[in-house]
């Protein structure tokens, strides 16, 4: 538990207004302060025109004084320095000469601090607060959060370190006297001793710090100082670290690596990381990897048979294709000693990110070494960090009362499957099911790529005069339905409440209309300017020249306007069948009544002809109770905010009753369920009693 007394709210007030007086400088820079701000940006991700930036940088500056500052005052205790007087770049440019500690070497940071006029001395004046800190790890990463707001620390992917997680995977990878590498370390959560006035047997001998971020790389400097932990923090890219740089050789590493999608990485240095990967692992890595994954790569570079490593990332490269080739990575390189999960459905023990927090244990091993049980461990309730470090070394397989314990020899496990589900109990009484692709085709809804602009109610359509014929009916969005089938006569309830059900669909080539070309330079599709007359033209052309026109964004979609011609939208049949995509209230199937065709929030299940109306009935019976029993367990996804999602591999996966391998009156029977389900959705009545009732009849099938 954080130490309160560590520093105060005046303390965050000082930093504040110091960061006010900083801001109005970084807005009207002069062209050296430009050059700094520009510098800082490329090197953090920012972009310098945006509002928020000069926000962001003065928060930084004021925090990164203080830092100095504490740092300063700490060595003035111990006769290192005199004390601090005067002009703090005078008084750093001095502490450097005497120390010759390169955390006082200035930055583009500093560069921006001393050429704007702003009150700094009372945040000098507080460099004292956090030499009383007894966790001053923890002390500085919460400043940080409370001065940068996560969507700004997010562009770097940086997440603190909880403290809970930080102990279980220094108890596990660390022994006394050993040299650890913190790569990405930020405020020294994971590396920082446990107390500053007492030794425990995990503290580490000697900590190699690494961060990019020369702020960053600040904070893990002056925390590991207050705390008297030997340490050498290097200000660089950990993928331009070798282990021929360090001094000593590593016997443990402790990473929370930034949470960087490949999308947020610039295109050249995606190229380098990519090329570097493969030449490393030999390997063939997909560039959608996400950043983590490339430190997965790297780190087993400094690591001999025998060292441990403990990384903290999310969990989604155990289900995804990226994470194919780092599974088969982690397989050849270590004995995978143990994955924890905290439970998706859980809250995210960020306190500042949504995303689902996984330890992975490893130990460096040789191709020869056997290699033993990898423990899927997922927690439901957090049981403490001795339980949870038990359960990682020796815990039997079963559930208990905090989670779920899973043991799969490691030779046993396929880098091409998905791992995801191993922390979920399997059922044996569905294990000789077919799937459901046996029965049935499944496929993704129409994407539009704006359904803002295709997909209209019927005001809409009203307003424009937009002919019939244009136009397509399309089940509703998922929020709108509330039981379990679409019928006819639903139409006028989801009019008359201003749904969007109509789909502009007939469209192939409509004389009139601007071709588009999409411009990646701008961002924006362009077109022939004089193709647009003020002359009257029919609804439907009005209508499509007003979306290229005064749409806010349809002309910023790049999948729109790579389509010959921009307006015609996917093609695809009606599914009688209907799944829901994503199910943070439960997934659910749906009985699709009409002739509407489903968007990319559903996936349609077309079943084999074959299968009677009665038959599909009984399938959609077992499916809604199967999502409702969390039978969808194995297949389902989880996304960073805990979001549940299927694909449609994951649905045709799912183990369904087959109908038409069961006798009539079952089929009839079940069916039947179906039917008193629909109803008591639509009369707002118990939907439970009915589930349980379908649960009867399929457990006495199975």
Known sequence: ????????????????????????????????????????????????????????????????????????????????????????????????????????????????????EAKTIAVTEARDQLLESTQPATDIGHLYETLIAGNHRRVLGQHRTPTELAELMRTWAVSGDDTVLDPGMGAGEL??????????????????????????????????????????TRRTDFFELDPADLTQDVDAILCNPPYTRHESLSS???????????????????????????????????????????VLTPHHFLSRGFGEPLKQFLLREFDIKALLLDNPKNESKFETAQTTSMVV?????????????????????????????????????????????NCIEQSELNPEERWDNLFEPTSDERSDLPPLSDLADVHRGLQTGENDFFCLSQDQVDDWGIDPQCLSRIVPSRRYVDGYDIRPEDWNDYDSHGRPTWLLYYLDQVPGVPETTYNDDTGSADWA????????????????????????????????????????????????????????????????????????????????????????????????????????????????????????????????????????????????????????????????????????IVRQVL
């Open 1 to 116: 538990m954080r130490n309160e007394s560590a520093y105060s709210d005046d303390l965050i007030e000082q930093l504040e207004a110091t960061a006010a007086d900083l801001e109005s400088g970084i807005a009207d820079p002069s062209p050296k302060i430009q050059a700094a701000v520009e510098s800082w940006c490329g090197l953090h991700g920012y972009v310098p025109s945006d509002d928020a930036t000069p926000s962001i940088i003065a928060n930084q500056a004021a925090f990164g004084l203080l830092l100095k500052a504490t740092l300063h005052e700490w060595y003035h205790r111990r006769g290192g320095l005199p004390e601090f007087e005067g002009n703090a770049q005078e008084q750093f440019k001095i502490a450097y000469e005497e120390t010759g500690d390169s955390a006082f070497t200035a930055c583009a940071l500093d560069e921006i601090l001393w050429g704007v």
């Open 191 to 232: 590396s920082a001793p446990f107390h500053p006035d007492w030794e425990i047997s995990t503290d580490p001998g000697r900590v190699n710090g690494v961060d990019r971020s020369p702020l960053a790389a600040l904070m893990g400097r002056v925390a590991q100082t207050i705390s008297g932990q030997r340490h050498e």
């Open 268 to 310: 050249a240095y995606k190229d380098k990381l990519n090329a570097q990967a493969e030449n490393q692992t030999e390997l063939e890595i997909p560039k959608t990897s996400p950043l983590y994954a490339y430190f997965y790569y790297h780190l087993g570079r400094f690591l001999d048979t025998g060292d441990r490593a403990a």
């Open 361 to 405: 244990l490893l130990e460096a091993t040789d191709d020869e070494a056997d290699v033993g049980a990898t423990r899927f461990i997922r927690v439901d309730n957090d049981p403490g960090v001795q339980t949870k470090l038990e359960a990682a070394r020796h815990g039997s397989c079963g559930e208990t009362d905090w989670g779920v314990i």
């Open 529 to 696: 300017e004089d193709s647009l007359t003020t002359d009257p033209e029919p609804p439907i052309i009005e209508y499509l020249r007003h979306g290229l026109t005064d749409h806010e964004t349809l002309s910023t979609r790049s999948t729109v306007h790579g389509r010959n011609p921009w307006y015609r939208v996917e093609r695809g049949d009606t599914a009688p069948i209907l799944v829901t995509v994503t199910g943070r209230s439960g997934f659910r199937a749906i009985d699709n009544e009409t002739d509407a065709r489903h968007l990319n929030s559903y996936y349609g299940i077309y079943p084999d002809p074959e299968i009677t109306r009665q038959g599909e009935k009984a399938l959609l019976a077992y499916l809604n109770y199967l999502f409702g029993d969390s039978g969808i367990a194995q297949q389902q996804r989880v996304l960073a905010d805990g979001l549940p999602k299927v694909e449609p591999g994951d649905v045709k996966n799912i183990p369904v009753v087959d109908p038409r391998a069961l006798p009539r009156d079952i089929v009839a029977t079940l069916a039947k369920c179906f039917d008193d389900l629909c109803e008591a959705a639509r009369d707002d009545q118990s939907e439970t009693a009915v589930i349980e009732r379908i649960g009867s």
